[in-house]
T-cell receptor, first 114, second 113 residues
Framework: DAGVIQSPRHEVTEMGQEVTLRCKPISGHNSLFWYRQTMMRGLELLIYFNNNVPIDDSGMPEDRFSAKMPNASFSTLKIQPSEPRDSAVYFC????????????FGSGTRLTVV | GESVGLHLPTLSVQEGDNSIINCAYSNSASDYFIWYKQESGKGPQFIIDIRSNMDKRQGQRVTVLLNKTVKHLSLQIAATQPGDSAVYFCAESSNFGNEKLTFGTGTRLTIIP
């Protein structure tokens, strides 16, 4: 298995632009998570899905952030409009349903908003 | 709110020595804990986990100790190697039907050759 695949690996964009981050979970994993990592705040859970349905989006910082999971093999995290404070590494992770020990993270997308 | 925190942000250890990384948690309902290793440019990788009904669990060169009385977790790495240099995170879950993990802020472990 190729693991959790995220794209792009790096994204540099100007303030105000729309940014879309992509994630392909491990096949057969029922739950998908989006995390944001910064030096100041560490790893923060933004949103997670179970069977493609958003379960908890309480970590989404504001309305500029949105996430979708149209099918079991694909999810997007969108920021519109982007701001410099959104600069961070965004990780996607997936697990088989209920198996917290099975958390597998992607390699992350490093987002820089200038 | 509840949080998971770490005592030390950095730790340097001589190669071959043992290292201990500590973690404090505040959620008394936490019942599942995981240690992750994150190397530069990579996502966190699972190392070892422990449930609250245990106080010790061992893996290959790693041991996790859980003290529920003082809400403290530690990761011991034996005979450290250069490849152990990374940031280590503890994470916890209060598994009341949810799959959310709360992560600590991380400790950077540097192995000195």
């Amino acid at each position: 298995d190729a693991g959790v695949i995220q794209s792009p690996r790096h994204e540099v964009t100007e303030m105000g632009q729309e940014v879309t981050l992509r994630c392909k979970p491990i096949s057969g994993h029922n739950s998908l998570f989006w995390y944001r990592q910064t030096m100041m705040r560490g790893l923060e859970l933004l949103i997670y899905f179970n069977n493609n349905v958003p379960i908890d989006d309480s970590g989404m910082p504001e309305d500029r952030f949105s996430a979708k999971m149209p099918n079991a093999s694909f999810s997007t995290l969108k920021i519109q409009p982007s701001e410099p404070r959104d600069s961070a590494v965004y990780f996607c992770a997936s697990i088989p349903y209920g198996d917290l020990g099975g958390y597998t993270f992607g390699s992350g997308t490093r987002l820089t908003v200038v | 709110g509840e949080s998971v925190g770490l005592h030390l942000p950095t730790l340097s250890v001589q190669e071959g020595d043992n290292s201990i990384i500590n973690c404090a948690y505040s959620n008394s309902a936490s019942d599942y804990f995981i240690w992750y290793k994150q190397e530069s440019g990579k996502g966190p990788q699972f190392i070892i986990d422990i449930r609250s009904n245990m106080d010790k669990r061992q893996g290959q060169r790693v041991t996790v100790l859980l003290n529920k009385t003082v809400k403290h977790l530690s990761l011991q790495i034996a005979a450290t190697q250069p490849g152990d240099s990374a940031v280590y995170f503890c994470a916890e879950s209060s598994n009341f039907g949810n799959e959310k993990l709360t992560f600590g802020t991380g400790t950077r472990l540097t192995i000195i050759p």
